[in-house]
């Protein structure tokens, strides 16, 4: 088939629809790094998350731009957004809705929350009590709420951006191993170098960056953007080498608990966006190796000798890329 990335039979994408979805992503991280300097690959990294139809877990200490982060790709899409400030005080059905009797009209009428949108930003969400943070599971696992045996779905796309705070600081939760395992990617910004830092003190000093920040994509294109990404070829090969690097998260010694299926199938949808933002409609088995850390580091629970050993989960995820082959997977591709 002339023209075809992959191979896909009659789904494959051409290239066309590969180059639409390039350039459509440069505009949005190109928008983004207008108000977030320095940090290209978290940038992408984001949009990686959202085209896979994900959520992000934006971690580091306060003050690197983590929500700046979050709303700067908010604002760049044309579509609902909601923001929860998540404190101690915080309830579930602040976050979910309620239920609520209507004395003039003489029924019961549902009240939505705030997850009742497109991009939902999670501000400190590990400054919640758990049993807050654990209203968030159902609509980021099933993409719907529950609320007095009523089940209300949320629209497409959603997705849920969150930040929060190192656990050893004053005033935060650990997020349940539950509420870990449904976001996609784990990402921390980090400082900004020197040249960045002196860019952002010319630039943002005046006024809130935001302000000037245009939308550069709608709705109907976000949906369609992850349309395509679920076209993108996999290989039976690179599958096998993405259950072979999760699969070997279970067995090893310092892991306390190793990386669910969950895990394995979100790795993979990465993977898809991953390979289609660098122009390719198929997968290689370097996109797994890029996404690996900021996908399954954060699902890993280290046993009590390997953190008294000072190891972490990075490092172990590092180990396993050197340690597991991929010698089958690299042919795993064809270019028709």
Same mark, same amino acid.
């Given at each position: ?53 994900? %959520? ?8 690197? #731009? ?123 910004? #980090? ?12 630039? %943002? ?46 067995? %090893? ?25 660098? #122009? ?28 008294? #050993? ?22 795993? %591709?064809?270019?028709?």
């Amino acid at each position: 088939m002339p023209g075809t990335i992959g191979q896909q039979g009659p789904q494959a994408l051409d290239r066309t629809q590969v180059d639409w979805l390039a350039a459509t992503a440069h505009r949005i991280q190109e928008r983004i790094e207008t108000v977030v300097e320095g940090k290209a690959e978290v940038v992408r990294l984001a949009l990686t998350v959202l085209l896979a139809e994900g %959520h992000l877990l934006i971690e580091d200490v306060p003050g690197v #731009g983590k929500t700046l982060l979050a709303k700067a790709l908010a604002r760049s899409l044309d579509c609902t957004v909601r923001r929860i400030q998540f404190t101690p005080d915080l309830l579930p059905s602040d976050v979910t809705g309620v239920t609520v009797y209507d004395q003039h009209r003489g029924e019961f009428e549902f009240k939505p929350g705030a997850v009742f949108a497109n991009l939902v930003v999670g501000d400190e969400i590990n400054r919640a009590s758990p049993k807050t943070q654990s209203s968030l599971l159902e609509c980021m696992g099933e993409q719907q709420v529950t609320v007095d045996g009523t089940t209300y779905q949320l629209e497409p796309p959603f997705m849920v951006i969150a930040t929060q705070n190192p656990v050893e600081m004053e005033g935060t939760y650990p997020l349940p191993e539950a509420q870990r395992d449904r976001f996609m990617a784990r990402v921390a910004m #980090g400082y900004p170098g020197a040249a960045a830092e002196l860019r952002m003190l010319e630039g %943002h000093a005046g006024a809130d960056p935001l302000d000037d920040l245009q939308a550069v994509a709608d709705t109907a294109d976000v949906v369609k953007l992850i349309e395509t990404v679920r076209a993108v070829y996999v290989s039976d090969e690179v599958k096998q080498y993405v259950i072979g690097l999760v699969g070997a998260t279970r067995d %090893h010694p310092d892991l306390r608990l190793g990386a669910s299926p969950r895990a394995s199938l979100h790795l993979m949808r990465a993977a898809r966006a991953h390979a289609i933002l660098s #122009g390719r409609g198929f997968v290689l088995p370097d996109d797994i190796k890029h996404l690996a850390v900021p996908v399954l580091a954060h699902r890993l629970i280290l046993t009590a000798e390997a953190r008294v #050993g000072r190891r972490d989960a990075q490092q172990i995820v590092a180990e396993l890329l050197e340690r597991v082959p991929v010698s089958l997977a690299a042919g795993g %591709h064809r270019r028709s």
